[in-house]
């Protein structure tokens, strides 16, 4: 059976195509059902559109390791979007002084606090940067290069919607992006990060083409997997995410979900010592511009002096870490 998509403006249509041969007079007759699926009732939709649309991308094998290097049990990834005035304004279009001028303290203050921070500690991190970040303060590479322990990877363009565009425009972004940051920093991105942790139905397969061996926005497990597109293996690790291991919702005074720092570093306490006792991973998000202010980054000091009471741990930056997975599992 073939089944093909076809959009309209209001609805989605699915043919379906079954061949059957007549053998009583030997003459192939092929019959074609039509059904409109309406996409706001989809209790109504065949069982074969329902698989399609959740299949678009899955999780295929865990990749946990026997054990991360050195014989560590656990491995601990910290990363930081470095949005700035990216999501300060100028992915919506949004100009306003006051939003831009919290962006830029994310170059200004931020990053070199994180920087000391993850130097004094000896723990290898990776920045995901919006092109436009960088381009805005390209002098936040030569900061996170100097101890050439860190990585620096590839968060949009402009931290675009990427659900919003097209295939075309998402794909130019995505590429001019990647050469932005090679351009500005020397080297190429390997690991992709979505803006706003989403992805279009495109991006998995622009993510392909451009040859990242790594994907860090989804969240189908806590441990790292492969990635399925359309049930197939793509060869794609996935080092996944999680809202409760990210700074951004819990740590705005102007939203409804705000707590304290202190509090935060509990919940990320707990995460870390399940990942240990699981012998997994442990991956947390930060944002330089959020993370980075004196009271916040307490909670982060916190948890670094929580996690090196534990023997058994790797710190990796996400590449390090995908490149391990990947020899462990063959398939390098
Ligand atoms: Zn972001």
Known sequence: ???????????????????????????PTTLVHAQTVDPNEPW??????????VNQVRAGRDLTPESWPGSARVAVLLSYDVDNETVQGLRTGEINI???SQGQYGARVALPRIVNLMNEE????????PAWSLKLAPEQADLIKNSGQHEIGVHGWIHEMNTTLDRP???????????????ITGERPTGYRAPSWNHSPNTLEIVRELGFIYESSLMHDDRPYELLQDGEPTGIVELPV????????????LGSRYMNPRDVMQVWIDEFDRA????????????????GHR?????????????????????????ETALWVREQAGMN
């Open 276 to 291: 240990w006792e699981e012998g997994t991973m442990f991956l947390l998000t930060m944002h330089p511009h959020v993370i």
């Open 44 to 53: 109504n939709w065949p069982d074969e559109y329902v698989f399609e649309q």
């Open 169 to 183: 425009t998402e794909a130019r972004l995505l590429r001019q992006a990647v050469e932005a940051i090679e351009q």
């Open 98 to 100: 006051g939003p831009l």
């Open 295 to 319: 009271s916040r980054i307490i909670a982060l000091e916190g948890l670094i002096d929580h996690i090196k009471t534990k023997n058994g741990v790797w710190f990796g930056t996400h590449a």
């Open 1 to 27: 059976m073939i089944s093909s998509r076809i959009s309209s403006n209001n609805s989605v249509f699915i043919v379906f195509t079954c061949c059957f041969t007549v053998f009583s007079c030997f003459i």
């Open 242 to 253: 999680e809202w409760i291991l990210d700074d951004a919702p819990l740590f705005n005074p």
């Open 122 to 129: 000896n723990i290898p991190a990776t920045f995901f940067f």
